[in-house]
C-alpha cells in the first residue's frame, strides 16, 4: 500500500522538484501545502497519512507551530521530520515535537532523502551522529561528574522490567501500537509503561528517551 506524505514549506518550487524526486525514488505519494493548516482541509486527508517533512527554513527559531504540529500527528497518526536544518544549530531539546523522527541537514546528498524516508517509514529514526549529539549535548549536558552518573544510574534503578523493554522498543523507533502487539498487551497498557517511564527518566518525548536510552543502557 502506497503512503501518502505531505511536504509543508513556503518554497513551492523547491518543494514540487523535491515531490517528483522522491515520488520517482521510493514510489509512494507526495502532497505539497505551504502551511500546516491545510493538511486538515486536503482532499488526501481520508487516505493514510504516514509522514509529514517539514521545511525547517520556514519556521521561526522559536517552533512556535510545534504544538500545533504535535497535535495533528497525535490526531491523525503520522510521522514528523525536518529538512533544510542548518547544520550548526544548536537543537533545543524542549523545542523538540514528541513525534520527530528524522532531521535532514542542510546541504545533505539528495540521496539521502528516498533512504531516510523509506527509514522512516519503517518506522526506525533517521539522524545523523552531528545532530544526536548535538541532542544529547543540550538535552542531558557533557557533564561527567559522578553526580551525575549517580543521577541517572538512580533512574535505571527506578525503572521496572516492562518499563526497560518498552524503553528500548522506543529507541528502536517502534510506534505504540507495534509495541502493543509486540508484547501482546493493550494499547492503553503501553501508554500507562510510557507515561510512568518517561516520568521516572525526567524526558517529555521519543527522542528524548531514544537519546537518554542510548547514553545510559
Request: proline share 1%; net charge positive.
Given at each position: 500500500?502506497?503512503?501518502?506524505?505531505?511536504?509543508?514549506?513556503?518554497?513551492?518550487?523547491?518543494?514540487?522538484?523535491?515531490?517528483?524526486?522522491?515520488?520517482?525514488?521510493?514510489?509512494?505519494?507526495?502532497?505539497c501545502v505551504t502551511e500546516i493548516k491545510e493538511i486538515l482541509h486536503s482532499?488526501?486527508?481520508?487516505?493514510?497519512?504516514?509522514?509529514?517533512?517539514?521545511?525547517?527554513?520556514?519556521?521561526?527559531?522559536?517552533?512556535?507551530?510545534?504544538?500545533?504540529?504535535?497535535?495533528?500527528?497525535?490526531?491523525?497518526?503520522?510521522?514528523?521530520?525536518?529538512?533544510?536544518?542548518?547544520?550548526?544549530?544548536?537543537?533545543?531539546?524542549?523545542?523538540?515535537?514528541?513525534?520527530?523522527?528524522?532531521?535532514?541537514?542542510?546541504?545533505d546528498a539528495l540521496d539521502l532523502f528516498p533512504k531516510g524516508v523509506l527509514t522512516i517509514l519503517e518506522g526506525q529514526l533517521w539522524y545523523s551522529w552531528e545532530i544526536m549529539s548535538q541532542i544529547l549535548r543540550q538535552a542531558e549536558g557533557v557533564s561527567s561528574s559522578i553526580e551525575e552518573k549517580s543521577s541517572q544510574m538512580e533512574k535505571i534503578a527506578l525503572l521496572t522490567p516492562r518499563e526497560r523493554e518498552i524503553l528500548v522498543h522506543i529507541a528502536e523507533g517502534k510506534g505504540n501500537k507495534e509495541i502493543a502487539n509486540y508484547l501482546g498487551v493493550s494499547l492503553n497498557t503501553v501508554k500507562t509503561h510510557i507515561y510512568h517511564l518517561f516520568k521516572k527518566i525526567g524526558v517529555t518525548t521519543r527522542t528524548q528517551a531514544s537519546l537518554w536510552s542510548a547514553k545510559n543502557f
Open positions: 500500500m502506497k503512503s501518502f506524505i505531505y511536504i509543508v514549506g513556503t518554497n513551492k518550487l523547491q518543494n514540487e522538484l523535491l515531490a517528483a524526486f522522491l515520488h520517482q525514488h521510493t514510489g509512494h505519494n507526495f502532497v482532499s488526501t486527508l481520508f487516505n493514510k497519512i504516514e509522514l509529514v517533512l517539514f521545511d525547517f527554513q520556514s519556521y521561526s527559531d522559536d517552533f512556535k507551530d510545534c504544538q500545533m504540529i504535535d497535535t495533528l500527528s497525535d490526531t491523525l497518526k503520522f510521522y514528523i521530520a525536518f529538512f533544510n536544518v542548518p547544520r550548526e544549530i544548536i537543537i533545543r531539546h524542549n523545542v523538540l515535537c514528541r513525534n520527530l523522527r528524522g532531521i535532514f541537514c542542510k546541504g
